[in-house]
């Protein structure tokens, strides 16, 4: 078993409705930043999650579609620069040229995960020096990612705020310590929108043992019927026979 003592520390930080859906659709037109601040009974308390998300660790993982989905490759006002550094993972890319300029104005540090070897940010490196490559030749290894960024980059702590297909890798490698949750009082419902956590469906009584228990450390009640919950992961899952 890996030495999870080597790697950074992680947190899975999300906001999500009461049925668990961190998208209002399954269209990439759809997402809970723009469309939560037009839905009466769910804008009014919104504000809270940002407040909350400003305490969250100075390092901050993400992918790439997620960023393109937030407009950063066609946003054109200049950012105002960040003291919190992004880990974005992309390899198809989502991200443009333009996109990756953005992110590289806007945050302390760009940490660009691939493994595209032509991925627009190869390109930028030489021009913004806060832009770092962290490449992988076939697969990225998420244990040696939180590794390589606590070892060589000094993050001792990480906040996950990934899309479900990849919250579910992180989860089913033992790879997140605590889960922050600000649930939003709506119900979005659908089969194909995006979960907290998505990925491969367990399949047999064997997959069980993937289920990873939570031991409840805060329960929040906000204002305007929101909920923040904290959670620690139970590293082990014991199954009865």
């Known amino acids: 078993m890996k030495n999870q003592e080597k790697r950074a520390e992680t947190t899975l930080f999300l906001i999500e409705s009461l049925d668990g859906k961190i998208s209002t659709g399954d269209s990439d037109d759809l997402d809970v930043d723009l469309d939560f601040k037009r839905i009466h009974g769910v804008k009014e308390g919104l504000h809270q999650y940002y407040e909350i998300e400003k305490t969250t660790d100075p390092f901050s993982f993400n992918t790439g579609r997620v960023m393109a989905k937030i407009g950063v490759n066609t946003r054109k006002k200049e950012p105002t620069k960040m003291g919190c550094s992004f880990i974005i993972l992309d390899n198809k890319p989502h991200l443009t040229e333009r996109g990756v300029e953005y992110l590289a104005k806007w945050v302390k540090v760009l940490y660009l995960v691939t493994t595209n070897n032509e991925h627009p940010a190869f390109k930028l490196r030489s021009k913004h020096k806060n832009i770092v490559i962290i490449y992988y030749e076939k697969k990225v290894d998420l244990y040696d990612l939180l590794y390589k960024m606590k070892s060589q980059y000094g993050a001792e702590k990480i906040t996950i705020q990934s899309g479900g297909t990849i919250n579910s890798s992180w989860i089913r490698q033992g790879l997140i310590d605590h889960v922050s949750i600000v649930i ?40 305007n019927s929101y909920v923040h919950l904290s959670y620690d992961l139970i590293k082990e899952t014991i199954v009865e026979v």
């Open 184 to 223: 939003a009082p709506c119900l979005i419902g659908g089969k194909d929108t995006q979960s907290l956590i998505g990925g491969e469906s367990l399949h047999n009584e064997e997959d069980l043992k993937k289920i990873k228990s939570l031991k409840l450390v805060k329960c929040e009640v906000l204002e």
